[in-house]
């Protein structure tokens, strides 16, 4: 039994790491993405007429494009939604709700002995 645990702990436990990993790269994978939706869009503006090289334009209009996702990430974060979103999801987070009541019980304690 005890090697059947420790079995699922270390599957576990690489199983979580992956995990993490992956969603590390997806943000790269985004940029990616991002890139190719652009390749389709000046592809399909092609053939609707509009004359645009696309070996020409793709690369300035790709960077321009991560420049705007960039200031949008600058404004999001300077605007204060990514801390309230942080701070909703660390109110989830069952770790950060046990060290929370321990520090409202330890808060209760030095107020009793003042």
């Given at each position: ?46 053939d ?52 929370i ?14």
């Open positions: 039994m005890n090697r059947i645990l420790k079995s699922f702990f270390w599957v576990r436990n690489l199983f979580t790491i992956s995990k993490v990993n992956i969603q590390r790269s997806m943000s790269y994978v985004s940029i990616i993405n991002s890139g190719m939706i652009l390749f389709l869009l000046l592809s399909k503006l092609q609707y007429g509009i004359k645009i090289h696309i070996t020409k334009w793709f690369i300035p209009i790709f960077v321009a494009s991560i420049v705007i996702m960039m200031v949008v990430g600058y404004l999001d974060h300077k605007l204060g939604f990514h801390r309230e979103e942080s701070r909703v999801q660390g109110s989830r987070n069952p770790y950060f709700k046990e060290i009541e321990r520090l409202d019980r330890l808060e209760e304690e030095v107020k009793k002995k003042k």
